[in-house]
């Protein structure tokens, strides 16, 4: 636990006792702003332009902010919802200049942003079950052993279950995270059934009072009906054992896929019954506007991003934050 509370709790960044919580916050959102730098960088020199142009919004104003929103990847459809907003405001009450527009425009993606939020399912009988989803490459794994890293620096007991049985390599990094994070890991050997590696995994929690169990499942692809079936399988043996199980199912995207991803996240969606996102490698990307996109067109709250490949890179989501970030 010591080496935990090293890692989260007493950074050189962190506060210590005596300071208050406003530093903690001040080092989180330099944290998320440092994270989306590039997207800031991409998105808001276009509308520092706009805005320091601008005495009187007119339709070219509005053209140019469209621009600059598709080319953070906020997609069409949540660009042209935003717009629609704008442009109806402007009518009704005009938008006095650019600091106006700039203002509203962080209304409107915070609300897009807040609009999905859900409460988290308290389990009535521990361990709160999370799936972890997605396809191979977005950072499951990677995520799987942050998430064990900060729940225990809530103080948390934490399991985690390899049930990406279907490469041997996915469970030797697993193993390598719960070591780094140090918690316990139930794992099979490679292609071994996953819905049973889980029922031991869920087993253990049980027995041993664990409150947060981590489940890594394998990368597969949304094509693959059997895949798919075996998710399922899953999810029915989870809800077995744990009522309301499993509590979270989250799908782990990477950000530097912009669009594409989202498409790929829409099926996945469905045929998986997620229930929030987590955004990976968000300190990579000028696409960092995929969040709002994913908020709209998904309807699904984005629970935490990835901002780096350590164990501490890994920030909770907060839209009031996040906007902030992008346009403060
Ligand atoms: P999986 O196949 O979905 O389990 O993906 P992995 O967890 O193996 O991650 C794939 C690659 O993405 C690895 O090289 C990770 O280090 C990297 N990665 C994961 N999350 C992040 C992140 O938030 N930022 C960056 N820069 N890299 C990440």
Not at 45 to 58: F, M, N, P, W, Y
Not at 71 to 81: E, H, I, R, V, Y
Not at 240 to 245: S, T, Y
Request: aromatic content about 4%; some cysteine.
């Amino acid at each position: 636990m010591s080496d935990l509370i090293s890692l989260f709790g007493n950074r050189d960044d962190e506060p210590t006792p005596d300071e208050p919580e406003a530093e903690a916050k001040r080092s989180f959102f330099d944290r998320m702003r440092q994270a989306v730098s590039r997207t800031r960088e991409s998105l808001s020199s276009k509308i520092e332009g706009i805005v320091a142009l601008t005495r009187t919004v007119d339709e070219s104003t509005l053209e140019d902010l469209e621009n600059a929103l598709l080319a953070s990847d906020l997609g069409l459809p949540t660009t042209t919802a935003i717009l629609d907003a704008l442009r109806d405001r402007a009518r009704r009450k005009g938008i006095d200049g650019g600091e106006e527009l700039r203002m509203l425009l962080k209304e409107q993606i915070r609300a897009i942003l807040e609009e999905p939020r859900r409460v988290i399912p308290t389990p009535v009988t521990p361990p709160k079950v999370t799936f972890l989803v997605g396809v191979n490459g977005t950072g499951k794994t990677t995520t799987s052993g942050k998430l064990a890293a900060w729940s225990r620096s809530q103080g948390h007991s934490v399991l985690l279950c390899a049930a990406d049985t279907f490469r041997a390599a996915a469970i030797e990094q697993l193993e390598i995270w719960a070591s780094r994070s140090g918690v316990e890991m139930i794992k099979t050997r490679q292609g071994g059934d996953p819905a049973a590696v889980l029922y031991d995994a869920v087993t253990a929690a049980r027995a041993r009072g664990i409150h947060d169990l981590y489940v890594d499942t394998a990368g597969r692809l949304h094509t693959k009906t059997g895949l798919m079936d075996e998710l399922d399988k899953m999810r029915r043996t989870a809800a077995r054992l744990i009522q309301d199980a499993p509590h979270e199912v989250l799908l782990v995207m990477d950000a530097t896929t912009g669009q594409n991803g989202l498409q790929q996240a829409r099926l996945f969606t469905q045929a998986a019954g997620v229930t929030g996102i987590v955004l990976t490698k968000l300190d990579g990307t000028a696409k960092g506007g995929i969040a709002v996109a994913i908020a709209r067109e998904l309807n699904l709250p984005v629970r935490f991003v990835g901002v780096g490949e350590k164990m501490t890179d890994l920030l909770e989501f907060s839209p009031a934050e996040f906007v902030d970030s992008l346009l403060g």
